[in-house]
């Protein structure tokens, strides 16, 4: 799930199809007011009551980091989520072994008619503790301008936090002593920061499959707030193919299968033109569309109705601003920002995420490389598929005799797409209203996510993401989560464990 | 001087135009037989009596490195090899300044009818300890297989080595009571590992430009020895241009001026594919021939004598061999073994030597490169000019538009070429059939070093390098110098002092 990348820019607004405002919110009043009063004032008070338990819990388990690509507290991740689950009142938990690391799959039946999935991971991120200002696994407070006491710690924002928010608005429920509104399904994955390699087995076992079926739709909890009090609810997001391209002389048999002496070059072979000359038939000239044969046969272009809500989005957008934050001065083809928007939301690209061959340190090393790499995301649109792009990727290159070179896949989503009339969003907007917080409705995330796993069969259910708070830095340095929140439009701890139990609430009542 | 690189590979033979005959040299003779007689037998025994100095004054300064890309030792560098070459009789030493680290200036008149120029460095190359298998600044003696005792130690072959064996033939020459047959003008830079940038400026200084054009050639102490006792002659080299080729946000006006995350693509333009189209313009589709506007006006293909010579460097070459040794299974074009080395003595190239943009880590990262570097070698030869060749890239990109493409030059040298009829080349023949060392011609080194700033204006005097023994890993861990030769067919350290020995005197007497 890269879309969290982003947030070390935070520019996360731009990315979910949204338009940010531009930094400094007025501070209108001295405190949040979302939800002091009305029905559930009984789990308000308890959620309070709870606020040092939850910040605890959170804090605890960041202190354990479970990174897939370091195999590192793997087993013990899965274990000590399970032990959450336990507490939180999930009555069968259970740790799932995949061909990878284990995920945990959770049920809590309380004979509700509606049934909530839960899509959540345990793993969190590399990180240099070097490069941090606060321990990263401490989850020490740290005070941010203009926004509150944070917790600082890997995970705090990605996805623990949010996640812990929600497990406190279990226990501040059955503290008030009140039973759920809706039965929940969880699943949690270890593997969600290496793209989730055996996340479709687990939510294949025919017993996690039948359990997930039965659900109204699946959510993530995620902290969605700007810092102008809106939150985003995407209604899908694009599909990414992770991959290296490797041109070498290993496999193409000609030039050299190590790195020789570049003036070589007269006689053998070079893998690295072999490289260039099979990149730039994947765009056009320009750099800016993708070119493989075929690649927009399945795109479906916006729709009014799309279009309609990015225009509606991008209202208040200070344009220059938002040019500023990004350190760039012109859109592509210098389209006007709604074009721009339009192009972010609909099209697929071809990008390149790095370039790797022979020397890359500082000045010069006469060599001619055995290897070179293009490290290439392809973003996909509905209703491209990951399988289908994966096939005409590979047919475009040997059609133009480039066989040789390596298409070698990391990993990978389908685009997703949810109905906005599906319960689960309906009830995310209604939610949001409610608490006095603007919902910004997206076409689709232009990031990427495991959420067509849920939205595509067998599974078949909605899928979205939903959240109070906000975080920030979540593959970077200080990493933070919000928990005192000095910013009347943005809710800190109690009041977004708040804004789970209002969720729980109006989906159980939607109709 | 990059061709030593190539010694890292054990494959200097074909970089130099000449063609290797394979490994398992047949053991003739249990010693060699260089010049043990003759009327030079008082300066042969002087030799061997200073056989430890020799050893010692080499390890010594081994022991002190010079390196110009980390600013390390320079001055100090400078100052020591100046005492080296006033003890070995130089009398005007002079440590000269200029923009970059100082060189050193030394002459030696003792009114001989000819003037001989040498050409040497003080600098080595960049090293890490962790990867030597012997502490790099210890020079201490390994055994060699099928070589015999060598001097393992950064910069023992590199040149401190062969530069430190010139010294003991002059050191031998008077300790037998004699004085040297030929006047010496010597001029050692500290730049050379990082491309002489300021060499010319310190030739050009006028009383050293002065002595230098009295010179009837100029050549460097090198290492030149196969395994199977011949040793090349190189009559020019192939000229370069290292340079960085980039693309950026900042210089683009286009794309994001830092990395941002890849999903930005569908709105902004990205700095790696620009690299891209513009590195593809540079060569023909297949990545092995030149393309930029201009380039070949001035190649000029090779004689007929020239061609002459590589096919009787060939003569003997185990082709199968050769690929093996080299990684590779074909030749450029497919062509046969005599075509791909007239290529590689005729041929303009441009490199690759590595490209650097965005993520270069294992696997992936979802960003959009607001950066992108590919690291170009262009090997020039005649009658390209440096300049020449610099404008006509600019030009190239520019008139494609490129025109916000940087292209950073960090060095480089024009092509070089000497006569074989000149005293010099004479000379090195006579003295290796005199040793009965076959003198394999070639055509020109297809590495590159700073010969032209010798053989061009305003010096204008032939240049070559010259030695026996061998060495090799130069720019690599583990790089050594051979001291006690178990092969007949090479010369150790005494023999290799006597070769010099000859060479002067052999250069006395030519006509």
Redesign the interface.
Known sequence: M??R??DR?N?RD??RGTAMLGAGAAFLQPLPLFAQAGSLADIRKAAAAGKEASIKRIRDWVALPSIA?EDRNMPEGAAYFAELAKDAGFTHVEVVPTDGHPGVFATLDVGAPRTLGLYLMYDVKQYDPAEWSSPPLEGKMVERKNLGMTMVGRGSANHKGPEGTFLAAMHAIRAAGRKLPVNLVLICEGEEE?GSPHFRQLVTKPHILAALQKCDGVFMPTAMQDMEGGATIELGA?G?I???LVAS?EKW??????D???????????P??????A??TL?T????TPAIDGWFENVRKLSDREKAMIRDAIKHTNEAQMKDD???????DD?SLED??V??????????????????GP????????R?VA?L?L?LVPNQTRAEATQKLRAHLDKRGFNDVEVNI??GYDPTETDENSALIRAEVATYKKLGVRPNLSVR????WPGGTFTQPPVSVPVGRFGLSTGGNAHAPDEYYLIDSTNPKVAGLVDSTMGYVEFLYTLAAIK
């Open positions: 890269d879309f990348d982003f820019l520019r731009i990315i690509a290496i694009k990414i992770e991959l290296e002389g048999g000609r030039g050299p299968k190590k020789v002496h570049s003036s070589l070059k007269a006689m053998l072979d070079s690295a033109w072999r490289l260039v000359q990149l730039q765009v000239p320009d750099g800016n990004l350190g760039v001065t012109r859109w592509i389209l721009a928007m192009r972010l939301m609909q099209e697929p690209t071809v990008n390149i995420e790095g370039l790797v061959a022979g020397y890359t000045g010069g090393k006469t060599i001619l490389p055995g070179a490290k995301d973003r990391s990993g995330l232009a990031g990427s």
